[in-house]
């Protein structure tokens, strides 16, 4: 497997080399809206920890990892008032995986609303803003 490169994207958000909406953070992750979102209120949740996905992951930053990701399913669906919350994860380009810093989508959905499409639009700064404010009142 390719090795994990420092240089992803996700890694300079985690250095807050380049910016993002952050919605949580603790000693294990950080919680960040998606700017171009599948739904509104779309967040990845990323390990502090680099790795390039799940294949090369420590266990022990995958068991903390999934406790952030419960926590931001629970906040985004309260949030949106939704009636479910997508989680999805992918695993080298085959799989759809385009960021190569493991990280998890939580996307709240909607009876009879579709997904848009993965890496589609880019959303509007304050859209995300007040997305991910909306997120913060629910942690
Ligand atoms: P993957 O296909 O690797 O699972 O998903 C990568 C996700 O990262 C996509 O949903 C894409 O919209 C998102 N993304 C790509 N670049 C950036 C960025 O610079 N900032 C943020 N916040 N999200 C990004």
Redesign the pocket.
């Known amino acids: 497997m390719t090795a994990y490169d420092t240089d992803n ?1 996700f890694a300079k ?1 985690l250095r807050g080399e ?1 910016p ?2 952050r919605v949580y953070e603790d000693e294990h992750a950080i919680a ?5 979102p ?1 739904a509104p209120g779309h967040v ?1 949740v990323i390990p502090r920890q680099g790795s390039r996905n799940i294949l090369d992951a420590d266990p022990v930053v995958l068991q903390n990892a999934i406790v952030v990701v419960q926590k931001i399913a629970v906040a985004v669906k309260e949030a949106f008032d939704a009636d479910g919350v997508y989680v999805a994860q ?1 695993n080298e380009p085959a799989s ?4 190569f810093h493991l ?1 998890f ?1 939580v996307i709240p959905r909607h009876e009879g609303v579709p997904l848009k499409p ?2 589609g639009t880019m959303e509007n700064f304050d859209v995300l803003k007040a997305n991910a404010e909306k997120i913060k009142a629910a942690l």
């Open positions: 994207i958000i380049i993002s909406t960040f809206m998606d700017v171009m599948q990845l992918f759809g995986q385009t960021v990280h989508h993965h890496s």
